[in-house]
């Protein structure tokens, strides 16, 4: 484990010294943004550090209305709960749809969806799944899925979901914490991808600190399900997210324009240094998987700091990824795939 001193960003500080940073998320970049921070710092001023109030006070700040309301329409969604954490949202959106059916998992799923008592692991093939539902006459059940599984950084294919009989009605859960906010020209995130047929309906839900820097989360769906999630304990009786943090959000979009070219700018250098490489993959998202393993430790004596650890084990052997973020240079992504190549 390394211990940093300082928030990370282009780079970092261990020691006394300056590191070159590809850990962590922050995919934009905002945690080192003077505009972002300047909004964070306007916010506080106007709502304070903390609104210690739970959600179904009888005097809320109109602020999380708003921006739930944003967060809806960015995710092209009818409604929205936003929450203090992403695993919070997770959590709430699986114990939700599990009141009313049986729920699901496919590999990948976060273990605040997977884990939930209730969620029943799918071993079989989907073609399986779905003869011994249809047996077991169960028709209407839950899905939970990732849209991108962030250590080797690929994205979930749901093709699976294109061929499922009329007669089927899914309810399928999308953690998209690695989607939202670089994802899609608006920063929609997987719903830039999707293609689901009418009879599967999506549930997402995803953290806003792994793209936008804010420790909260959110789940967007239906009238229907956001409102039974309003209704649930884990959202009336919490404390909602930093409201600075969501006036931030409200005011940023400009910036989060600005960071999310800058970051696929960056992808697409890094994605050109290595395309005549073997030993880097990548399929479009701000995580490279580094096919060397020893190269962390050899990359930490060049004062660079790769993201290498075993997952989601500690036990498991380390997997080593480079993750972009907004802030990187182009000569930051040169000197790093030198160093590799050294190796």
Known sequence: MIQLEQKPGRTTIINGKEYLFFSGYSYLGLGCNKDFLQLIHEGIDKYGVVYPSSRISNTPLQLYAQFEEQLAQLTGTESCAVFSSGFLSARTATEVVANKMNIYYRYPAHPASSHHHQAIRIDTSWDDFLTERKTANEFRFGIIADSINPTPG????????????????????????????????????????????????????????????????????????????????????????????????????????????????????????????????????????????SVAPYLLQQHVLISSFGYPHPSDNPVNRVVVNALHLESDLEKLVQYIEQL
């Open 154 to 293: 690929s994205f979930t294919d749901f093709s699976f979901l294109n061929n499922v009989p009329k007669e089927f009605q899914i309810v399928l859960i999308v953690d998209d914490s690695h989607g939202m906010g670089w994802l899609g020209k608006q920063g929609e995130g997987i719903v830039s991808r999707l293609q689901l047929p009418a009879h599967v309906e999506l549930l997402l839900n995803f953290s806003l600190s792994k793209a936008f820097h804010l420790n909260a989360g959110a789940v967007c769906g239906s009238s229907y399900w956001i409102q039974q999630i309003k209704e649930h304990v884990n959202f009336t009786t919490s404390t909602p997210p930093m409201p600075a943090l969501a006036y931030a959000f409200l005011h940023g979009t400009g910036i989060f324009e600005q960071q999310r070219r800058m970051l696929h700018h960056n992808i697409s250098h890094l994605q050109n240094l290595t395309a005549n490489t073997t030993f880097a993959t990548n399929e479009g998202t701000p995580v490279f998987l580094v096919h060397k393993q």
